[in-house]
């Protein structure tokens, strides 16, 4: 909290341990940045990592020591009384020391969202089109933990999206607490262009990456309510960031367009599954009228008529049989009249 100058409710935004979502707070000395695994605190002058050893975030580390360099030490063996040389970026009219590093910061998380996005592309139109030719058990299984990916994945491209969405929303004056080097050239206190001291520990879970502040002050110019450059930069990372996000929306699509096409399949046979029974039924009355028969026969009844006329057996065995079939063509042929049968 002296090192960088912010609460401690601030520090809670980069708590591991918390669930806070993406945020990028600017506070008087220092920009607190939460995207994803990239827990940051930035000022005019370094940059504070957490967690500098995670595979996901050496990446990170790298590109800030190439793009953030700090001022070479041989300069301070000067002694012509000349202002120590900003960079030659910063010679160009650059980004200051704060943009620099939270452009990195911003392109590597698009970058990292990016490539999650394409992984799970390529993993789940290849699943979708199997699923689409042969329905089973393991490619339905394997399609819903690519949806549930798919969800958790929008989430957090959508947190993202929304924090820089909300930065260019705000007004000019919430976008300025953002100009670290500004405001610290603003404040015309005489600052050591050693930079801070060197007397912090070194820490596994905290990495700091410096330079001299002597050259981020430099780069405190212009009007102090110009805030084109920092709006230039947010917009080509939304823009960036947004397109990750139609990805993903392109891919809800398909994989709502294949569950659609699978209901249309399911409906399909579970109509050619009522036509069978439909049949079944039909056989089964016409069967049911001549087992009526055969009871009544088989009743163990006297009665006149059955005596001296064997050859009655041979009739009521063919007239029944043809009545049973006449019912059952003539309930399909009703069925297949009303379009409940057939195609």
């Known amino acids: 909290m002296q090192r960088v100058h912010i609460h401690a409710r601030d520090l809670r935004i980069v708590d591991p341990l918390l669930s806070y979502p993406s945020a990028i707070l600017g506070r008087d000395r220092a920009i607190v940045l939460n995207l994803e695994h990239i827990k940051a ?7 504070l990592l957490r967690d500098p050893l995670d595979e996901n975030v050496i990446p990170i580390v790298e590109e800030l020591q190439r793009r953030l360099p700090p001022v070479n030490s041989n300069r301070e063996n000067q002694t012509d009384g000349s202002e120590f040389p900003v960079d030659a970026a910063e010679e160009d009219g650059m980004s200051s020391f704060e943009f620099r590093a939270l452009e990195v910061a911003l392109e590597v998380i698009c970058s990292f969202l990016a490539a999650r996005t394409t992984e799970l592309e390529t993993a789940a139109y290849p699943a979708l089109d199997l699923l689409t030719s042969k329905i089973s058990s393991h490619n339905l299984d394997r399609v819903r933990k690519l949806k549930s ?19 260019l929303d ?54 102090e309510n110009d805030v084109d450059e920092l709006e230039m930069l947010l917009e080509a ?47 089964t009355v016409g069967l049911s009228m001549y087992s009526l028969v055969c009871g009544i026969f088989g009743v163990n009844i ?38 409940l049968v057939g195609s």
Not at 175 to 184: C, F, G, V
Not at 189 to 197: D, H, I, L, Q, Y
């Open 149 to 167: 990916a798919m969800t958790r994945l929008t989430a957090r491209v959508q947190k993202v999206r929304d924090e820089l969405e909300q930065l």
């Open 302 to 339: 006297p009665y006149s008529w059955n005596q001296d006329h064997g050859y009655m057996f041979k009739w009521v065995w063919i007239v029944t049989g043809i009545v049973c079939f006449s019912v059952f063509i003539v309930i399909v042929a009703y069925a297949r009249h009303k379009g």
């Open 237 to 283: 990372y939304f823009m960036q960031i947004d397109g990750t996000l139609n990805k993903l929306a392109t891919l809800r699509e398909y994989i709502d367009d294949t569950e659609d096409y699978i209901n249309i399949q399911l409906d399909n046979h579970r109509n050619q599954l009522i036509q069978l029974e439909l049949i079944l039924s039909s056989g």
């Open 41 to 47: 605190i930035i000022t005019a002058e370094e940059v």
């Open 170 to 223: 705000d007004d000019d004056d919430d976008m300025a607490d953002l100009y670290l080097s500004r405001k610290l050239a603003g404040a015309c206190s005489p600052v050591s262009a050693s930079g801070p001291p060197n007397w912090y520990p070194a820490s596994p879970t905290i990495g700091s990456i410096s330079r001299a502040s002597r050259a981020s002050m430099v780069t405190g110019r212009g009007d």
